[in-house]
């Protein structure tokens, strides 16, 4: 059914250019080195049509709340972005607190830095920020993602203004960095001057250890005894050790959303992979109305 | 090199022979009139130092005719300063005095140098220490340069001890020890570290240290330096303080020191002085701009860029207000140390200028570049965007960042070996600031100064106990091992357990009951009681029935569960 090649390329150059042309009527400039950047995992540069991320340009990563692996996978991105001896720039947003405080003072959450090491980022170039209010977090993101000599910006900011955001895309594109913003899930569908816009969120598969029997399913809450029955009906080949995120691609410019890949972590490389035995109904929707009925006996 | 005139008698008038004993007095609180300084002929007629005046001049006066003066120690400066003019000839930085640490880089000279800073003991300097690296050659030899020297000295009537050594402590050891005339000591003379001062069996005169220290060290046996140098370094220093262990590190070379030149460095400073106090703030920005502008230009012609900058506005009722910019690499550019000092300025204007237009009139404007290093060198690029151009903005950033949020706010990580994991590294800020003194910190040119929040007293203990164990143990291993963000200080947990000893089935945080569905651990942490608090956590990796992972540890002191991580 495919046509031939001469005929295919055609229509490949052509839409490039309708693409390009596109961008340029949306505002983007297209950067000097418009080679893509690798998101850090294989699968997910698949999913992108330029087969990966692009310099001068805004990332948002939406995660439905701490601890799920999207600081991680952030950072995987900025490792490759920081690669030719940029400097790398952590926003450090959590510490708001007055200015009286030094700055090793206790602060909610912080970024920790020896993790960060494990995950490959080079300590030397890494340049952590602790902006006292929400005015100094905007200009310091801003100057960040201003300067030329840093690859890319980490940084967890709920709040932005469209303005605002569409200030930093612009400082982007200046300073051509990779600006990786770490947000709130609840912002999905919100207006967003980022290129590209991932949801990551965790995924269980696992028995829980202590769960033994009905008598302790009926005393926990109905989601959770849910939860229980579904991944009990996992097999156990597909129970797998390590960390699993289902990263689904919501918006993109130039292509198409709505995609989703499931990784896992291979913990001694410090790469995230597809998980190879993962089947897209894995979870079929029959098994979840057959869960209920032991709720329903007890 | 060192040149140490044997006695101050010397720097008194010099019109009576010398054989004729001379003597200076002084008061002492306590004892009345003391002799403080003598010539030769004095001592050969009885005279010691520190001997009642009385005493001292009848002993003196027993064979003849003598000189008795009282002792001004300005007069002695200044016939020291006249020698060290006449040194000049010999190096191109003489002094008397030292600088431990820092200035080496600053001033751009490194190694051989300095000295002592106004003698801890005694009456005044008594030496000169000239920096004669690579200066030997030009005299036919570092012997013959300390010839010249000795020559040169006795021509002006002084008698000088002259020894060349690697370290500035092992050149003033060396003239202490000779026995007259001059030498160059030979363990020492060779410009090369492997010549370092040994430990050979030298008086411990030969440190510059009090003579407190010297008494007491002597009344506990311990009289010849590798006697010292035996005993071990954490009790020496708890003992007789920090002093000791700095003489001896800079009489080996392993601490830092510089010669202090007599004259001093020129000042890179600009003042403005309003005939009428102005109070607009656009006025002010105009007279920094021109004043950034001078400094600039005045550090540019000495190839020095400036590191820090003070900025001095004085206020008629209000009092002076100051302004510091610290920079992360020096710079003479006139445009960035403005913007550096327009940012300071605007954060100055929202503390005070909001409220009352400024605290006052502005009468005076003083710009200075307390610290200053020099600039480097730089070849044009033909193509934008190489790597020092890189380098460059990003150092601009980092200044602006610096200058805006506050020195303490712009930080890079170094990890230390400490398995705490609060502590498992240290800030350094990324420019240098008041804080950090000058001479207590060693200025490297590409990172900042350290900064750590702990006491003094835990990081010298732990410096002790830990950091000789090669660090970063954590990169090597398994990502997770570690979670990216970090309670500080730990969360309190509800939980629910099972097992005593094991992890918990449930717990809350954040509004919501995780369930644990998978867990790895336990890791336990202990530090020892040496370091404040004991700590004993045993930690664990868990992993929500939803797939979240957060780091949790129980404190087997109090046994409450704590939540200090999420990965």
Known sequence: MNPPAPVREA??????????????LEGVRPPEDDRPLSTGVEALDRLLPAGGLRRGTLVEYLSPGSGC?????????????????????????????????????????????????????????????RPANEADALWALDQALRCPGVGAV???????????????????????????????????????????????????????????????????????????????????????PTWRLRVELLRCRGGAGGQSVVLELDETAATWREATDHAPHSLPVAAELADSAPVRRA | MHLSPSNKVHFAPLMHPTHTPILLHARDPRRGELVVACSDAALARGVRLNMPLAEAAALAQRGGACVIQPHDPAADLAALTRLAEHCERFSPLVGWQTVEGSKAATNGRGG???????????????????????????????????REVVAETSRLGYEARVAIAETIGAAWAGTRVQGSGFGVQENA??????????????????????????????????????????????????????????????????????????????????????????ERREVVEQILEQLALRVARAL?????????????????????????????????????????????????????????????????????????????????????????????????????CSSRLGADAVLRPELTADPLPERAMKWKQGVRSRGSGVGRQKWKAALGTEYSGRSTKSRRRSAASSDSRPPTPDSQRSPLHRPLALYDPPLSLHT?????????????????????????????IETGWWRGRSVRRDYWRVETASGRRFWLFRSLQEGTWHLHGEF
Not at chain 1, 164 to 191: I, M, S, Y
């Open chain 1, 11 to 24: 229509q490949q150059a052509l839409v490039a250019t309708l693409r390009r042309e596109v961008g340029r």
């Open chain 1, 69 to 129: 692996g999207a600081p991680a996978l952030a950072l995987a991105a900025a490792r490759e972005a920081c690669r030719p001896g940029r400097a790398l720039v952590v926003l450090d947003c959590s510490s708001r607190r007055s200015r009286e405080r030094p700055a090793t003072e206790s602060r909610a959450t912080g970024f920790y830095p020896p993790a960060a090491a494990a995950w490959g980022i080079d300590l030397s170039r890494l340049l952590i920020l």
């Open chain 1, 154 to 240: 980490w940084a967890a900011c709920d709040r932005l203004d469209v303005r605002d955001f569409r200030r930093l895309q612009l400082a982007a594109e200046t300073g051509g960095t990779l600006g990786l913003l770490l947000r709130e899930g609840r912002l999905r569908g919100q207006p967003t001057w980022a290129d590209v816009q991932w949801r990551v969120s965790p995924r269980c598969r696992e028995r829980p250890l202590w769960r033994s029997g009905r008598a302790d399913s009926t005393s926990s809450p109905r989601g959770s005894a849910l939860a229980d029955h579904r991944c009990a009906a996992v097999p156990a080949s597909l129970t797998h």
């Open chain 2, 112 to 146: 051989q140098g300095s000295g002592v800073g106004g003698r801890e003991w005694g009456v005044g300097p008594d030496c000169l220490f000239l920096d004669v690296r690579g200066i030997g050659v030009l005299f036919g030899g570092e012997e013959a340069l300390a």
């Open chain 2, 189 to 278: 003379e060779a410009p090369t570290d492997s010549r370092l001062p040994t430990p050979a069996p030298l008086p411990l005169a030969v440190l510059r240290i009090p003579p407190e220290t010297l008494d007491l060290l002597s009344q506990l046996g311990v009289t010849q330096l590798d006697q010292l140098l035996a005993l071990p370094r954490e009790s020496l220093r708890s003992r007789f303080g920090e002093r000791l262990l700095l003489r001896i590190d800079q009489f080996f070379g392993r601490a830092q020191e510089t010669i202090a030149a007599h004259r001093p460095p020129p000042q890179f400073a600009a003042e403005w002085v309003l005939e009428y106090p102005a």
């Open chain 2, 300 to 400: 540019a012609d000495r190839r020095e860029g400036a590191v820090q900058l003070h900025c001095r506005l004085d206020c008629a009722p209000g009092g002076p207000l100051f302004l510091e910019v610290g920079l992360f690499r020096p710079s003479a550019e006139p445009g960035h140390l403005w913007d550096l000092l327009r940012m300071q300025l605007e954060q100055a204007a929202l503390c005070c200028w909001g409220r009352a237009a400024l605290r006052g009139p502005v009468g005076r404007v003083t710009l200075e570049a307390r610290l200053t290093a020099p600039l480097e060198n730089r070849q044009g690029e033909l193509f934008a965007g190489g790597e020092h151009e890189i380098e460059r903005q990003l150092a601009l950033f980092i200044d602006r």
């Open chain 2, 496 to 524: 629910l357990s099972v097992v005593p000893d094991g992890p918990p089935v449930k717990f809350d945080f954040g509004g919501e009951r995780h369930t644990v569905s998978r867990h790895w651990g336990p890791e336990r």
